[in-house]
């Protein structure tokens, strides 16, 4: 009996020790905030429920995680550029933009393949269509009547001219050269009226590119300087952006577009006037090889991410990392045992679409979820 006794003494003393190394090795060092803090990992208070805790903390069994595809690393603090988001605007470059103006007045005419409608690409030299002069009745008199003149002169020329060819060896060699050369000017000049009354202007393109026209039809009297039609080149843009911040005038080195991370922007400089209150900057786009070629249009609004010379510190995480609580503030989980998750709210910035910057609210040597987290937050 007493054998017995003693026995069983042994088992609950063994028992006990079982369960306080096991407590220990739950209460073990791991998890930690920002300011080096202990973050408890002392099992919930609901035993063995799994899901939501009462602290906020999540309860996942580890076949559960493989389903949802949890997936966690270890992070450390990293030093990085700095970034500065930018609202700019698509404008055209100089050196891909031309009109089509006319030199003087007149209406109108379609080219032989008709007027280009807007969004039509053309090559450079392309007819797009043709002025034809429409003189007052007193200038058309005027310009007839000059015709007239010069067809009377040249015909008295070539009088003159036959009347000294008939006299052979007696006609003044060199009275005979002025006339002739007088006939030639005349001739040039009746040719040159001719075509000024007949002739209408060619309107060529300029150069290749997209054409925008805007309330065009054939007939349609223009004056001299109306643009009729406008032709961009859509390889050939840039972003115009503002600040009110001077001291970021010499620190920006490059940026990219939010919507379109494979366009980078090379920064080509700042303009010296103000305008409406702010300091322009421009940058010009440069496409990478193999990028897939996202379409900007002129007047399209955009949101830039400058790259700064200056560096700054913090914790590196993919975005898809950093979620939002119940009270909207952005998240990371961070993994506190091999069934435990724990929310700490951070403070972050953009890096690029893919990578985000911790900058407060999370330390060094924390495993935390980098896949999957948005379904753990769903976790009720």
């Known amino acids: 009996m007493i054998s017995t006794i003693r026995c069983f003494t042994s088992l609950l003393t063994l028992a006990g020790l079982v369960f306080a190394s096991s407590l220990v090795v739950i209460a073990a060092p791991g998890a930690h905030g920002p300011d080096g803090e202990h ?9 063995n429920a799994i899901g939501r805790q009462a602290d906020g903390s ?7 995680q493989q389903q949802l595809g949890i997936v966690t690393q270890w992070v450390h603090s990293s030093i990085t550029a700095k970034y500065v988001q930018l609202d700019g605007i698509v404008r055209h470059h100089p050196s ?3 009109v089509v103006q006319p030199s003087s007045n007149g209406r109108l005419d379609s080219g032989p393949h008709g007027l280009p409608v807007s969004g039509q690409v053309v090559q450079a030299g392309d007819v797009l269509g043709y002025i034809r002069y429409q003189d007052s009745a007193y200038e058309l008199a005027n310009q007839n009547s000059e015709l007239i003149a010069l067809r009377s ?20 060699t060199q009275q005979l050269e002025q006339l002739q050369t007088q006939l030639q000017r005349l001739t040039q000049q009746e040719q040159l009226l001719q075509q000024g009354l007949e002739k209408p202007e060619v309107l060529l393109a300029p150069m290749a590119g997209i054409v925008h026209s805007d309330n065009i039809s054939r007939g349609q009297w223009v004056q001299a300087g109306t643009t009729l039609f406008e032709i961009i080149n859509p390889a050939q843009l840039m972003i115009e952006a503002a600040t009110v911040d001077a001291h970021l005038l010499s620190d920006i080195d490059m940026a990219v577009l939010e919507h379109a991370p494979d366009i980078s922007l090379r920064f080509t400089g700042y303009g010296a006037r103000l305008k409406q209150g702010q300091i322009p900057l421009y940058f010009e786009p440069v496409m990478h090889a193999g990028a897939i070629k996202v379409p900007l249009i002129l007047e399209q609004p955009v949101r830039l991410r400058a790259k700064l010379r200056q560096q700054q510190q913090g914790i590196v995480l993919p975005a898809q990392a950093v979620v939002r609580n119940n009270a909207n503030m952005p998240v990371v989980w961070i993994k506190l045992s091999a069934e435990r998750f724990l929310p700490q709210q951070v403070q972050y910035m953009a890096l690029d679409p893919e990578r985000v910057l911790i900058l407060q609210g999370l330390g060094d040597d924390n495993r935390v979820v980098i896949h999957g987290a948005s379904l753990l937050n769903q976790v009720r």
């Open 39 to 47: 973050l408890t990992e002392a099992r919930p208070t609901q035993g």
């Open 58 to 64: 999540v309860q996942m069994p580890m076949a559960t």
């Open 96 to 98: 891909g933009r031309a």
């Open 153 to 172: 002169d040249a015909e008295q020329v070539q009088r003159d001219i036959r009347r000294l060819t008939a006299l052979g060896d007696l006609a003044p």
